[in-house]
């Protein structure tokens, strides 16, 4: 109960389903924010929100808790279900925002709101104004041409099993697309992960400083290494350091050959590059010098025999694209 308060949620018992007062907005891409500066962003804001959904945007306790000022505004939400952003560093360092971090807080418009306009010749006037429910707005004939060209496009990395007949296709291939945003695909490289806990490696006091001279590579290669960083770039899981960053440890990186396996087809040399070669780092001095954090792995059996006390029960088997980043 003190969630919900805190958090300015409503149970709608009547419609099953709740109504969040606020939504986080979050970074699409790592963000380096000069010192006394400002920008202007588009992040995301979460997926069910309807596109042309207006709202106000505010700051976030991450934010602030940043040194970062956000500039109050109305905002639309556009088709690709981002907003603009304006950010203010007032500090006199750098500020780095990870990908994925929470930057503002979306509020809804509705009908409790009301617009007061200010005129020099006459006094405040405080109009109420009908701004619409949270219902989905109708889409307009671009919107749907738009929605089934990423659709097909989407359903083409897809392999959709023959026997099903016209009426279980449709219900697969909108399950399916309902829920694109947890695929990896071209157009969606985002491996997705928690913003809950933040990582964080904590050296021995007595650690030296150490910067590894990078292993040697053949230049066919170094040419794979330069698509893997590309991606992983792209995906967000690095990001280029700034000269203020003092990094006291680096490490090396090593390219690992997958097996290779018959039916294997490849595009362009990009996607063989990233399908036979393993990207990995030797972290073994990095190791030596953390903190060893004893955590007991829970067995196996305990596990399994859990499962039999929900039914129906079903055990399903997800197959994770690159499960390490993930």
Known sequence: MEYLKSSNITLKFSEFNTNSKYHHVKCNKRLCIQPNSEIFVRANVPKHLSVGLQGICTNNVFSLGKGLLLAKALVTVSIDKTIPLKIMNPTNTTISVSKGSILANFQILNADFSVITEDIKCPPVVQNVQIGSTHPIISTSKNNEFRDETKTVFLSNFSIPEPLNPEQTTQLTDCLYENKDIFVTKENPDLGFSTYVQHKINLKPDVKPKHQ?????????????????????????????????????????????????????????KDAALSQYRFCCDFRYLNSCTEQFKYFIPNLQELTESFSQFVPNYISSIDLSSGFFS
């Not at 000269?243 to 050959?257: C, G, R």
């Open 213 to 269: 001279q990078p292993y040697r590579l053949p230049p066919h290669k170094r040419e794979v290494l330069r698509h893997h960083l590309d991606e992983l770039l792209k995906q967000g899981i690095i990001a280029p350091i700034s000269e203020e960053e003092n990094v006291p440890i680096t490490s090396p990186i090593v390219l690992v050959t997958k097996r290779k396996r018959l039916n294997d087809a490849f595009q362009s040399e």
